[in-house]
């Protein structure tokens, strides 16, 4: 099911097709919003009411048929938001979002392997030992550390640290190439886990379901509190190595479009 989030960043899109140049904050000006309110939207981190959705629709005067489609996304999202309430709250979280055009510069899944490393009790501050913990050259590590350096995440100089032990959360739920290269990347990792780890060092398990496609908003915000419990079961005591936790949940069957 499409998202209020995607609806408006598929608009935003539309308009970047037509200008390379143009950026979220001049699509928040032309929509006569904060930067901040936009980005918290589009990462369902805030919802629209109807008069913000009036606004929206006034401002980007799309066709009858769209401003249908983002009343009646709004009217499912707020059905949504008061079943989630009954989950309770999620688990207290330290996180830092990126934003759209950082993670476009640190897409690759090395980035946060790195950052993941530098968290580890084991942690050496040698590109050499680096190369090797994470098999990855040691020119590929070089170019990942300054990149990260230049976004402000870690220290190279005098010794390799961590400025920031927040937990890196990427945008989701949003279609972008960056966001579909860092998934492809992971999965094409986890294939190679599969041929070449003994089992004992990791788990590759999947089921196949019948599925009520109005519960996946739910079933979404499950999925994403599993991830932090597991992130914070398996990162206490003694960490020494990294590891992706990989899920993917998708249809088999062909989905009409609404």
């Not at 959705?53 to 996304?73: R, T, V």
């Not at 309770?88 to 979002?97: I, M, Q, R």
């Not at 580890?120 to 098999?135: A, E, G, P």
């Not at 019948?210 to 994403?224: D, F, G, T």
Request: aromatic residues 6%.
């Amino acid at each position: 099911m499409e998202t209020v989030g995607e609806w408006l960043f598929d608009k935003y899109e539309s308009l970047r097709n037509r200008n390379q140049r143009y950026s979220l904050r001049a699509f928040a000006k032309k929509l006569d919003i904060p930067n901040s309110r936009l980005i918290q939207i589009i990462h369902h981190k805030r919802y629209v009411n109807d008069e913000l959705a009036q606004q929206l629709i006034n401002k980007l005067q799309p066709p009858m048929s769209e401003q249908q489609k983002l009343l009646e996304l709004i009217k499912k999202e707020e059905h949504h938001r008061k079943v989630r309430k009954s989950f309770g709250p999620p688990p207290s979280f330290n996180t830092k979002l990126l934003q759209l055009d950082q993670f476009s510069l640190i897409s690759d899944p090395i980035h946060y392997s790195l950052l993941a490393l530098m968290e580890t009790d084991t942690f050496q501050s040698n590109i050499q030992w680096i190369s090797n913990k994470l098999n990855k050259d040691s020119d590929e590590i070089k170019t990942a550390l300054d990149c990260l350096k230049r976004l402000g995440f870690i220290e190279i100089e005098p010794e390799i640290k961590l400025i920031d032990a927040k937990f890196v959360e990427t945008p989701s739920d949003i279609p972008h190439q960056a966001l579909r290269d860092h998934q492809s990347a992971k999965i094409k990792e986890a294939l190679v886990a599969l041929d070449e780890l003994p089992v004992h060092i990791r788990d590759h398990t999947s089921i196949t379901i019948p599925v009520n496609p109005e519960k996946l908003p739910e079933a979404k915000k499950i999925i994403k509190e599993f991830r932090r419990k597991m992130s914070q079961l398996l990162s206490s005591g003694q960490t020494s190595d990294v590891y992706h936790l990989c899920i993917q949940l998708f249809p088999t069957t062909r989905i009409e479009n609404d």
